[in-house]
């Protein structure tokens, strides 16, 4: 049996950690979305975008545009030059209205211009189109 360290150095087994854990999941309402993008196959741009999306790097105004829009938790991987994001969304969550708002938004406006720089469209993408959604295939149950 595996432990893991809580808060106050109380141990707790793993089975019932994660027990929690997804009884906290099942609690919210949230929905969750993958995306995927590629970046330009260059080891160099590809460096430069990993810097504008380490920790604390990106736009404040990206960010609060983000959060605003009702994603509660944003992560992205990377592996080659394919992007790979998961977004949890709050149960109003709206791509439509989201998209608006970033339409409106100069800091977001320029914010994707300039990384337009590094990405680039899926081979299948229709002319203009970035990020898109993937098709879940599995889910443990």
């Not at 994001?85 to 998209?99: L, T």
């Not at 339409?103 to 590094?118: D, G, I, R």
């Not at 299948?124 to 295939?137: C, F, P, S, T």
Request: with cysteine.
């Amino acid at each position: 049996m595996q432990f893991v360290c809580r808060r106050n150095f109380h141990v707790q087994p793993m089975e019932d950690q994660q027990m929690n854990i997804q009884e906290s999941l099942n609690s919210r309402r949230v929905k969750r979305y993958c995306l995927a993008c590629d970046l330009k196959d260059n080891a160099e741009l590809i460096e430069q975008y990993k810097v504008y999306h380490d920790s604390g790097n990106a736009w404040p105004e990206i960010t609060e545009s983000i959060k605003s829009a009702g994603i509660l938790d944003m992560e992205i991987y990377l592996i080659g030059n394919r992007l790979f994001m998961i977004m949890e969304v709050a149960d109003n969550f709206d791509f439509e209205k989201k998209a608006v708002a970033d339409a409106e938004n100069p800091s977001v406006q320029e914010w994707e211009q300039l990384m337009w720089n590094y990405q680039q469209q899926l081979p299948w993408a229709k002319n203009g189109e970035k990020w898109m959604l993937m098709d879940q295939i599995f889910k443990l149950e």
